[in-house]
């Protein structure tokens, strides 16, 4: 059935620190390359290596520029983007052959790819932008929460995680349980302020995004002292010596 | 939206395919043997070669038959199950015209409320989706039903209703026009929301995730398309309600009910083309377009 469940037992996400992403794309990468070797169809490109290609990921990473008021300077904010697992998902009740469903267990958002008949109804019911139809297998791809790894008994613990969260070089993904309020995601999410995507949509979006600190503001506890700073002194001012006569004589012609 | 010609040809022509049903189910006109096949010819080429336009937009068109199943939930089933509840009632009925000169008026009165149920559901799964502002709108089912209605009663021959459900639908559709155009400032999405970045600052899209395009940029940015839209929506609207009223207005000829036929549909097509060309996706915000 495509209805959504009423309760799921658990709330899986990411949640994604804005301040910290440096925009590398790393996430990107891995996810294209463990969900086009693992489950489910590849995620295909077309004309790869031609003038105008294109292809299927589930994970994208733009850069905003927020220009705050009065003469602040502008922040650049790198800002990841994947399915955000949400609890009233547009995209599965619109689905006409109940190849799209959430699941009761855990909350993942999954297409079951051998009923999608490729309508593309979900994607455009998805204000995000988080469903790719995939143009060589003809059915929807979108973000599994790597479903296929998280519970994979032959991965080391360590590996358990979606591949965008264990490649992340700059720790700014966080996976885990957000329906759990003691989960070290949920304890994040309530001490950064995390906040929703589009939270008029009502689409409740599970996955979390915390906002960016700005960066040129002086904090109200006065200049942090930087460690460096006599270092980076001037070294010599005033010249001295045979340069210092120079100096002056070349000043008084 | 991207304005593909499967998905405007399919709710162009199933919806006038399903209007001209619904006056034919009434018994307008009341006709029986060869006359009667023609019109159900006619309906059902239109009806039909509708459905079988929308199945080229889809990705796995084999498996078309698995969206009768979730008609609990979803709009698209609903319609699948109302266009074949139409047709195969329709089809009883007309079988009972074309063959035997019986009207069996109960099979027509059922058939014809299924061909606008069809029309209903189709413009749901459109209204629907709260992505699309300009979509999800009250106005958006009466749009649908009212252009159904005007081009079944003109392909039906049925001249004095035809003239007033023509002004009907282009009241309407000049309606949906001015509401569309404050949908997405109305629906409060916007940058600041998208990227929850609006607490900060000003946000502009800096750099897109990929350098060539994508599936989203294809599917549901269109922004080339609006460049001309307000002369195309006059366009639209003198070949979809002011040539066919001015045609039938005019002394009974069969020569004008067909130009008056063929600019109504012209004019349905251009408008329908808008409908998708138009819609502002509000994932385009995440690429600073619309």
Known sequence: MTTLPAKTEKKLGLVIDLDTCVGCHACVISCKGWNTENYGAPLSDQNAYGADNSGTFLNRVHSFEVQPEGDAAAQLIHFPKSCLHCDDAPCVTVCPTGASYKRVEDGIVLVNESNCIGCGLCAWACPYGARELDQAEGVMKKCTLCVDRIYNENLPEEDRQPACVRTCPAGARHFGDLGDENSDVSKLVAERGGMDLMPEQGTKPVNQYLPPRPKDTIPESGPEFDVLAPFLEPVAEEPKGFLGWLDKTLEKL | MHPAPSVIFFTTFSGLGFGLLFFLGLGYPAVTGWMAFAFFAIAYAMAVGGLLASTFHLGRPERAVKAFTQWRSSWLSREAWCAVGALVLMG??????????????????????????TVFTTSMIYTQLKTIPRWNMNITPVKFLSLSLAGGALFAGQVSIALVLLVIAGLVQVFTWVEGD?????????MATATGLGSIGKVRAFEPPHTGTNYLLREFVHEIGRKHSQKLRAISLILMVAVPFVLLILPFSHFFALLAVISHVAGVLTARWLFFAEAEHVVGLYYGKR
């Open chain 2, 92 to 117: 009883l009925y007309a079988a009972g015209l074309v063959f035997f000169q019986t009207r069996i008026a109960i099979l027509g009165i059922l058939g014809a409320v299924m061909s606008l149920a």
């Open chain 2, 182 to 190: 404050k949908a997405l400032a109305a629906s409060g999405t916007d």
